[in-house]
T-cell receptor, first 113, second 116 residues
Framework: DAKTTQPTSMDCAEGRAANLPCNHS???????VYWYRQIHSQGPQYIIH???NNETNEMASLIITEDRKSSTLILPHATLRDTAVYYC??????????????FGQGTELSVKP | DAGVIQSPRHEVTEMGQEVTLRCKPI?????LFWYRQTMMRGLELLIY????????DSGMPEDRFSAKMPNASFSTLKIQPSEPRDSAVYFC??????????????FGQGTRLTVV
């Protein structure tokens, strides 16, 4: 699985968009970008994933650059409850190895009033 | 659905004692994962099962750790004997299929283990 690089921490004002970057310059053609988050003392929670097209769901949007070497997770209107560690994970699709995930250190997002 | 259920939520035990952590995956899910989380090492995959069969146990730290999945609705992670450095939060996760395609992994709330 490709290695990812994320900033250690970020701050965001409540109500503003939170943009979390991830670099994955060694991503392979069959690898997806997955985002999970972990709110303090809870298990990780799936957010979104994508291959090469931008994706949006009820939680967030995922923007993947055309060369697929980086991506950005966007929380359009961050709330205090979005304070968490966000993990960007690159791996092959779920059809292989089920939901096996290799976690890096992630980005600690603090949403402030 | 109740989600992935882990028990106990908290466990405090003395060094040298046997510890058993339990997990009930989401019904119908055929993959089950055990992870460990510490401040120093973050989230680490220990072992995972597919259809109750262990597929990859390369993350299991030592022979003191063992995991079983006797049926599709139950798995255990056992540490014998336990040591203070085993103190961590242990997560169980599962995923299955929806519309013929594998879904994302769902995590339990974790078991916080403290070995004194």
């Amino acid at each position: 699985d490709a290695k990812t690089t994320q900033p250690t921490s970020m701050d965001c004002a409540e109500g503003r968009a939170a943009n979390l970057p991830c670099n994955h310059s060694t991503i392979s053609g069959n690898e997806y970008v997955y985002w999970y988050r972990q709110i303090h003392s809870q298990g990780p929670q799936y957010i979104i994933h994508g291959l090469k097209n931008n994706e949006t769901n009820e939680m967030a949007s995922l923007i993947i650059t055309e060369d697929r070497k980086s991506s950005t997770l966007i929380l359009p209107h961050a709330t205090l409850r979005d304070t968490a560690v966000y993990y960007c994970i690159v791996r092959v699709g779920w059809s292989n190895q089920g939901g096996k995930l290799i976690f890096g250190q992630g980005t600690e997002l603090s949403v402030k009033p | 659905d109740a989600g992935v259920i882990q028990s106990p939520r908290h466990e405090v035990t003395e060094m040298g004692q046997e510890v058993t952590l339990r997990c009930k995956p989401i019904s119908g899910h055929d993959y089950l994962f055990w992870y460990r989380q510490t401040m120093m090492r973050g989230l680490e995959l220990l072992i995972y099962f597919n259809n109750n069969v262990p597929i990859d146990d390369s993350g299991m730290p030592e022979d003191r750790f063992s995991a079983k999945m006797p049926n599709a609705s139950f798995s255990t992670l056992k540490i014998q004997p336990s040591e203070p450095r085993d103190s961590a939060v242990y997560f169980c996760a599962s995923n299955g299929k929806r519309g013929g395609l594998n879904t994302e992994a769902f995590f339990g709330q974790g078991t916080r283990l403290t070995v004194v």
